[in-house]
Antibody
Framework: VQLVQSGAEVKRPGASVRVSCKAS????????IHWVRQAPGQGPEWIGR????????KSGQKFQGRVTLTSDTSISTVYMDLSRLNSADTAVYYC??????????????WGHGTLVTVSS | QSVLTQPPSASGTPGHRVTISCSGS????????VDWYQQFPGMAPQVVIH???ERPSGVPDRFSGSKAGTSASLAISGLQAEDEADYYC???????????FGGGTHLIVL
């Protein structure tokens, strides 16, 4: 399993950013992809998840209305769009694929992370 | 502020045992299983314990986890220099309908 993310971004406050995550090594539509971010010196924060098969999405309350998750099954890639950026959005953004079985659900494959810097 | 509470740091000497705590509430740890992630600088987190006390293949049996009520713990026995890293607990939160994480514990091997 490999998740390859797009490169670092620098954005102005109020702008939007798109981060991509290209999956390989497994059947793309068989697993959700989750997005997690981590601000400098802070713990991870869950942003949301998408089902590449159905396009169904779910996002954390803090991000509702500001995040859009999409997928393109033709190229096994998911996208996270975050709008109305502010300095508090400066963080490393990760995509992650869960391990799923009858008794467990946890994130066992992660992208390398994409640094998004919001600065005027 | 993170939903799950961890001590910011912990330390131990090589060969000894250290434990890291994680405190939550009824809607997360009290109801759902807890996972623990290890993270080195500049790297993505990697799971060391899932489902409260299960070790993925490849994780040394020096790592163990437990849960009681609304709290969980990660224990590392036979501490090694390579264990120096940040550790995060995580759980699903039924009230927030999302995954929640701890603020992290930086483990120092003296």
């Amino acid at each position: 399993v490999q998740l390859v993310q797009s490169g670092a971004e620098v954005k102005r406050p109020g702008a939007s950013v798109r981060v991509s995550c290209k999956a390989s090594g497994y059947t793309f539509t068989d697993y959700y992809i989750h997005w997690v971010r981590q601000a400098p010196g802070q713990g991870p924060e869950w942003i949301g998840r998408i089902s590449p098969k159905s396009g169904d999405t779910k996002s954390g309350q803090k991000f509702q209305g500001r995040v859009t998750l999409t997928s393109d099954t033709s190229i096994s890639t998911v996208y996270m769009d975050l709008s109305r950026l502010n300095s508090a959005d400066t963080a490393v953004y990760y995509c992650a694929r869960p391990h799923v079985d009858y008794t467990s659900y946890y994130f066992d494959s992660w992208g390398h992370g994409t640094l998004v810097t919001v600065s005027s | 502020q993170s939903v799950l509470t961890q001590p910011p740091s912990a330390s131990g000497t090589p060969g000894h045992r250290v434990t890291i705590s994680c405190s939550g509430s009824a809607s997360n740890i009290g109801t759902n299983t807890v996972d623990w992630y290890q993270q080195f600088p500049g790297m993505a987190p990697q799971v060391v314990i899932h489902s409260n006390n299960e070790r993925p293949s490849g994780v040394p049996d020096r790592f163990s986890g437990s849960k009681a009520g609304t709290s969980a713990s990660l224990a590392i026995s036979g501490l090694q220099a390579e264990d120096e890293a940040d550790y995060y607990c995580a759980a699903w939160d039924d009230s927030l309908s999302g995954w929640v994480f701890g603020g992290g514990t930086h483990l120092i091997v003296l």
